[in-house]
């Protein structure tokens, strides 16, 4: 199941860089829109035939405290990998708070269960390597929308296939050598981060042409991630900052 599971990966990976190297597209073109429209469509039936309602129905049998919990215990694990990105970025400052955080969560948090940093002042901050590419140049390649994942670009569909890989915490599940960990934790949160974008979701179907709306929101909201700068709140239609990642 696992080598099943990396080859489709892999294969993701290939086919995102090919994207990713191709010539960089203004910020309103999508050559890719059929296909992307196609996969939209997709993702709508799935997220109102299937995602939604189990997400739901997690909310209503796991109460917040819990849901809470595993929500830290899984931005705990992702802070190694963010510290490698502040780095790669040149951005020392910001990899020094990430580390201050990870150590805290992880001792005082009791495993990251508990955001002590949090009142500590320590704010989180997410990077990815898709960010780390674009600082370092490389252009966004063509908008595409992943079945399941939602909108991308050929430059973050290659960052994600490099994190999926390159993430310390995925290496470590990986070197544990048990077969359906890997699978249990993307599977669990992914689960919890649907839990917590579900409405957004819905809100973003009530538009008169949803895929259109989602495309402009995306790729506003990783112009201001790329630059590490704070969002717009006077803008409504705004929707990104509202999960929490």
Same mark, same amino acid.
């Given at each position: 199941?696992? /080598?099943?599971?990396?080859?489709?990966?892999?294969?993701?990976?290939?086919?995102?860089?090919?994207? *990713?190297? /191709?010539?960089?597209?203004?910020? @309103? !073109?999508?050559?890719? +829109?059929?296909? @992307?429209?196609?996969?939209?469509?997709?993702?709508?039936?799935?997220?109102?035939?299937?995602?939604?309602?189990?997400?739901?129905?997690?909310e209503t049998?796991?109460?917040?405290? =819990?849901?809470?919990?595993?929500?830290?215990?899984?931005? %705990?694990?992702?802070? =190694?990998?963010?510290?490698? @990105?502040?780095?790669?970025?040149?951005?020392?400052?910001? *990899?020094?708070?990430?580390?201050?955080?990870?150590?805290?969560?992880?001792?005082?948090?009791?495993?990251?269960?508990?955001?002590?940093?949090?009142?500590?002042?320590?704010?989180?901050?997410? +990077?990815?390597?898709?960010?780390?590419? *674009?600082?370092?140049?490389?252009?966004?390649?063509? $908008?595409?929308?992943?079945?399941?994942?939602? =909108?991308?670009?050929?430059?973050?569909?290659?960052? !994600?296939?490099?994190?999926?890989?390159?993430? =310390?915490?995925?290496?470590? #599940?990986?070197?544990?050598?048990?077969?359906?960990?890997?699978?249990?934790?993307?599977?669990?949160?992914?689960?919890?981060?649907?839990?917590? /974008? $579900?409405?957004? #979701?819905? +809100?973003?179907?009530? %538009?008169?042409?949803? $895929?259109?709306?989602?495309?402009?929101? $995306?790729?506003? @909201?990783?112009?201001?991630? #790329?630059?590490?700068?704070?969002?717009?709140?006077?803008e409504a239609?705004? #929707?990104?900052?509202?999960?929490?990642?």
């Open positions: 199941m696992r /080598s099943l599971f990396k080859k489709f990966i892999i294969l993701g990976v290939l086919l995102a860089s090919v994207s *990713a190297c /191709s010539t960089t597209q203004t910020a @309103n !073109s999508d050559p890719l +829109e059929g296909f @992307n429209r196609t996969m939209f469509a997709f993702n709508e039936v799935t997220h109102k035939a299937v995602l939604k309602p189990v997400a739901k129905t997690y049998v796991v109460p917040e405290p =819990p849901r809470k919990a595993v929500r830290n215990f899984f931005r %705990n694990l992702r802070e =190694p990998w963010v510290f490698i @990105n502040d780095i790669l970025q040149g951005e020392f400052k910001r *990899a020094g708070t990430t580390f201050q955080r990870f150590v805290i969560n992880s001792t005082v948090g009791i495993g990251g269960l508990l955001n002590i940093s949090e009142g500590a002042g320590l704010e989180y901050h997410q +990077e990815d390597f898709g960010q780390t590419l *674009a600082v370092w140049g490389v252009g966004d390649g063509p $908008y595409l929308v992943l079945p399941f994942l939602g =909108p991308s670009s050929g430059r973050d569909a290659f960052g !994600s296939g490099v994190g999926f890989f390159a993430d =310390p915490a995925a290496i470590a #599940i990986d070197n544990a050598d048990e077969e359906g960990l890997q699978l249990g934790k993307i599977g669990v949160e992914s689960l919890d981060r649907y839990s917590r /974008s $579900y409405g957004l #979701i819905d +809100e973003v179907l009530r %538009n008169k042409d949803p $895929y259109l709306y989602m495309r402009i929101q $995306y790729q506003q @909201n990783r112009a201001f991630e #790329i630059r590490n700068g704070k969002r717009d709140h006077s239609d705004d #929707i990104f900052d509202e999960i929490e990642d």
